[in-house]
């Protein structure tokens, strides 16, 4: 089993649509949680921490259980330039992070 | 603006050559990552370093080492270059740890071809 996995998509939806992406990890005692973007031959970037409360950056809302081991990321009202893989990370702790393989999102007019 | 630069954005190489992949950081920052990207399978960690001249292996070492001289430059050799290490190669910087932020500012990465 893959010490974080998502679902690779890709995600196809129209403009102004709410999607949801979920990952799960396996490694229980994880700290922190965060979500990175990546456009198409570009490198990765922070998009958004998560944590235990949830928390919200205008239209992406990222969500944390740690019961279930998994934290989501949901985007209201959709932009074409949201168009791009989404990378859930898992930091164990200590200096290494955890990469997902990414979910490949679509947005279209 | 934090500033990572790889001397390549695309590399072609021979079955066994040695490959060197710099990456520079302008941003003081004491951890840096080699990471190596493949589909399906996501960024894995090959090496990183927390400080001058210290190196630890990460998820993948095999096949590859690295060299930290001075705090702002992270290298990456290939000693002997083989066609499963085609792939694209991204170095990231990142400040002291702190749990509550995990920004690794990322250089654009290298698309290595070995043949």
């Known amino acids: 089993r893959k010490e974080v996995e998502q679902d690779p998509g890709p995600f196809n939806v129209p403009e102004g649509a709410t999607v949801a992406f979920n990952c799960t990890y396996s490694?229980?005692?994880?700290?922190?949680f965060f979500w990175y973007r990546q456009d198409c031959r570009k490198e990765p970037k922070l998009l958004m921490s998560?944590?235990?409360s949830g928390n919200e950056d205008g239209r992406f809302t990222a969500q944390l259980n740690r019961a279930s081991q998994y934290i989501s990321l949901l985007i209201r009202d959709s932009k074409l330039s949201d168009s791009a893989t989404y990378l859930c990370?898992?930091?164990?702790?200590?200096?290494?992070?955890?990469f997902g393989a990414g979910t490949r999102l679509f947005v279209k007019a | 603006d934090v500033k990572v630069t790889q001397s390549s954005r695309y590399l072609v190489k021979r079955t066994g050559e040695k490959v060197f992949l710099e990456c520079v950081q302008d941003?003081?920052?004491?951890?840096m990552f080699w990471y190596r990207q493949d589909p399906g399978l996501g960024l894995r960690l090959i090496y990183f370093s927390y400080d001058v001249k210290m190196k630890e292996k990460g998820d993948i070492p095999e096949g590859y080492s690295v060299s930290r001289e001075k705090k702002e430059r992270f290298s990456l050799i290939l000693e002997s270059a083989s066609t499963n290490q085609t792939s694209m190669y991204l170095c990231?910087?990142?400040?002291?740890?702190?749990?509550?932020?995990?920004?690794?500012?990322f250089g654009p990465g290298t698309r290595l071809t070995v043949l």
């Open positions: 990231a910087s990142r400040p002291p740890s702190d749990l509550s932020t995990d920004t690794q500012y």
């Open positions: 490694n229980s005692a994880s700290q922190s």
């Open positions: 990370v898992v930091n164990p702790g200590g200096f290494k992070t955890i």
């Open positions: 941003m003081d920052h004491e951890n």
């Open positions: 998560v944590y235990s």
